[in-house]
C-alpha cells in the first residue's frame, strides 16, 4: 500500500529523464476550457522541484543553509504544441544538461500519452540569500551530474 501522506514524487528512468505525472483540473483551465497557458509553467516548476528533490536537494534545506542558497529562472523558452484540457493525466520531463558556472541548464516537456503538449528551455541561476548567483557547492553539482 503507499502511504497516502506522501504526495506523487515522480522518478527518473533509465535515459535519465525525470518524470512526473500531474492531473489538469477546473482550476487550470480557462473560459475555454483548455489549460491557460500560464498554468504550464507551474506544471513545469513542479518538475522541476520534484526532480532536485529526487536528487536529494530540496528547496526547504537550502533555505536553511549558511548562507542560504536557492534556484531562480534566468531565463526560459516555452513552445507551447498543443492544448490540455481538463481531467488530461500530463506527465512532466525534466532532463539535467551540463552546468556551466552558476546556472542549471534542463529541458523539460509535458506529454499527454505520446503527444507533445509543450516543451521548454530553461537556465536557472544558484543564488545566495542576497539574490547574488553563486557556483552550487560540490555536494550539490555531484547529485544532479549522475543524471545529465
Known amino acids: 500500500m503507499t502511504d497516502l501522506m506522501q504526495p506523487a514524487s515522480g522518478a527518473f528512468g533509465d535515459d535519465h529523464t525525470h518524470r512526473l505525472p500531474v492531473r489538469?483540473?477546473?482550476?487550470?483551465?480557462?473560459?475555454s476550457g483548455v489549460v491557460y497557458h500560464a498554468r504550464y509553467l507551474h506544471f513545469f516548476e513542479r518538475g522541476r522541484t520534484e526532480s532536485l528533490r529526487a536528487c536529494g536537494i530540496h528547496h526547504s534545506?537550502?533555505?536553511?543553509?549558511?548562507?542560504?542558497?536557492?534556484f531562480a529562472v534566468r531565463r526560459m523558452s516555452v513552445e507551447f504544441v498543443r492544448a490540455a484540457r481538463v481531467d488530461d493525466?500530463?506527465?512532466?520531463?525534466?532532463?539535467?544538461?551540463?552546468?556551466?558556472?552558476?546556472?542549471?541548464?534542463?529541458?523539460?516537456?509535458?506529454h499527454r500519452a505520446d503527444e507533445l503538449v509543450a516543451s521548454a528551455c530553461v537556465e536557472a541561476v544558484c543564488i545566495d540569500g542576497a539574490g547574488r548567483a553563486k557556483?552550487?557547492?560540490?555536494?550539490?553539482?555531484?547529485?544532479?551530474?549522475?543524471?545529465?
Open 24 to 31: 489538469v483540473y477546473y482550476e487550470d483551465t480557462d473560459f
Open 61 to 70: 534545506e537550502l533555505a536553511a543553509m549558511e548562507p542560504a542558497l536557492a
Open 89 to 110: 493525466v500530463l506527465v512532466v520531463g525534466t532532463g539535467f544538461r551540463p552546468q556551466v558556472g552558476a546556472r542549471l541548464m534542463m529541458e523539460q516537456t509535458i
Open 135 to 148: 557556483r552550487p557547492p560540490d555536494w550539490m553539482r555531484n547529485k544532479w551530474l549522475s543524471y545529465v
